[in-house]
């Protein structure tokens, strides 16, 4: 089995664990900021990638954009336990933690665009791939609108 596969097939259960808000544990307030920053970071690399290819900039290779679409998928799901209470700070807005149940949908629309977006790369369909890219960018706006300091 290819390693990308056993990937894939574990992806949907980390994906329904991920969709609680059950908060990690952590030393420091910094430490869960340094957390999800660098799952985002880690996120938007992969998602950049995609976009290359989505706007004709780089070639469609299929392997490298399910590869980078999985890994969005993945990736998507672990800032949220980050934002536990007292980890004010980075970009993070503060309505993230006086309006949660908004911040929580919008963490949930990207998380299940980005599902959307796998389904599309590991079919290899351009087009398909492009919509979703399209929905899955517009999530990730949705949430920075409102939550992320400019
Ligand atoms: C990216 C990236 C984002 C989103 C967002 C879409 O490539 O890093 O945060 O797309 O800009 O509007």
Known sequence: MKLQKIVLATTATVLTIGAGFAFAQFQKPEDAIKYRQSAFTVMGNSFSKIGAVVRGEAPFNKDEVA????????????????????????????????????????????????????????????????????????????CHDDFRKK
């Open 67 to 142: 590869k980078n679409a999985a890994i969005v998928a993945m990736m998507s799901t672990l800032p949220w336990q980050a934002f536990g209470p007292g980890t004010e700070g980075g970009k993070a807005e503060s309505d993230i933690w006086s309006n949660s149940a908004k911040f929580k949908a919008a963490s949930e629309r990207m998380q299940l665009a980005a599902v959307d977006l796998n389904k599309a790369a590991q079919s290899g369909d351009l087009d398909s791939i492009k919509k979703a890219f399209g929905a899955t960018g517009a999530s990730c706006k949705n």
